[in-house]
């Protein structure tokens, strides 16, 4: 990180009402009536901590509802007024900036398709210079760690130390059951690369269908993300933008009740002593594991010196379907899962040719002379 922040995290920031730190409000603010009763039904919930609403609304195609601009934002200083819950928005622009701060918006949030643009995060980052405001970035709308940690890092040079990232999942061609693939990997990434930028998901717009906001908001918590971002509207079957995805103020709660809260660690000397040793056990295995990897690639070695010296192309693409076939009617014997057989033997294949290539092109390589 090129400036230091914050690390004290979310739980010393103002407003914070516990975990998960929770984001919610409509995906935007459509009138008055609409921002006002969502805010009080979601503020006697006592589980928001920030009421969130969008007013520009950066929609894919054009003539649909593209939020109600300046407008909103006195609505949402009435229900920073009127339900003393803290007030967010987005923005995509420096405009944006100075007209959310002018009235006293408490949180920015940097969209996705806004966090694909190092100009623009810049221009925002540049209208932020010496303001002390909550800022959540989140992730570009394709699945690249570092533009979205370059996103950070713009924001957190501007000064702003209460920084955040926001998990939306990623655009994809394929079809799939959530409209966004989410992709955990990233986020997990994104905190062993920065621990101190406290991460929350937001499950509506991975899910885009509100049947499974709570099987994703139980997957972050269970990574330990510190909070969620949840659209909820007093009337979701209404809403202008994101319907299907939305929420009202008395669901979200029943979801939020069946979220089970795992601690991320314990002082409890005996549990520590079970996963102690337990962990060793994994240890163990991990490291059966490499050395069987090495193994195997020896072997895969050998292979490349032989198919070198027969003139026998590298990829034999009726041995690699019968390996995954062999593969994948063994592991689900043993109860691994199919995704786990065809990542890690892909994995493994693609470390093969990468060895096999490099014994064929290696001119110097004394083990292939024949
Ligand atoms: C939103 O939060 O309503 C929104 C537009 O989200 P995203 O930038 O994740 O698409
Ligand atoms: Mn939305």
Known sequence: M??????????????????PFLVSGPCSAESEEQVIETSKALAVTGKVSIFRAGIWKPRTRPNSFEGVGNAGLKWLRRVKQETGLLVGTEVANEKHVYEALK???????????????????????????????????????????ELWIGALERIASAGIKRLGA???GFSTYEKTIYRNQPNWQLPIELRR?????????????????????????QKAMDLNFDGLMIESHINPEKALSDASQQVNPEELKELLSRLILRSPSTDDPKLLDVLGELRQQIDVF??????????????????????????ITILQSARWDEIVKRAMIKGRAK??????????FKAIHQESINRQMKIMNDTTDINSQT
């Open 103 to 145: 009235y006293g918006i408490d949180m920015l949030w940097i969209g996705a398709r806004t966090s694909v643009n190092p100009i623009t995060v810049q221009e925002i980052a540049d209208a932020l210079k010496g303001v002390d405001v909550m800022v959540f970035v989140k992730n570009p709308v394709n699945p690249d760690i």
């Open 335 to 344: 109860g691994l899962s199919e995704e786990l057989i065809d990542s890690m």
């Open 166 to 168: 926001i998990h939306r």
């Open 286 to 311: 991990d490291d059966h594991l490499l050395d069987l990897l090495e193994k195997r690639m020896k072997v895969s070695e050998t292979i490349g010196r032989y198919k070198k010296e027969n003139n």
């Open 193 to 217: 690369r920065i621990p101190e930028i406290p991460i929350l998901c937001d499950p509506s717009h991975i899910a885009g269908s509100r049947e499974y906001l709570h099987e994703i908001s």
């Open 2 to 19: 090129v400036v230091k922040l914050d690390t004290s995290g979310i739980k010393d920031w103002e407003g914070y009402k516990g975990r």
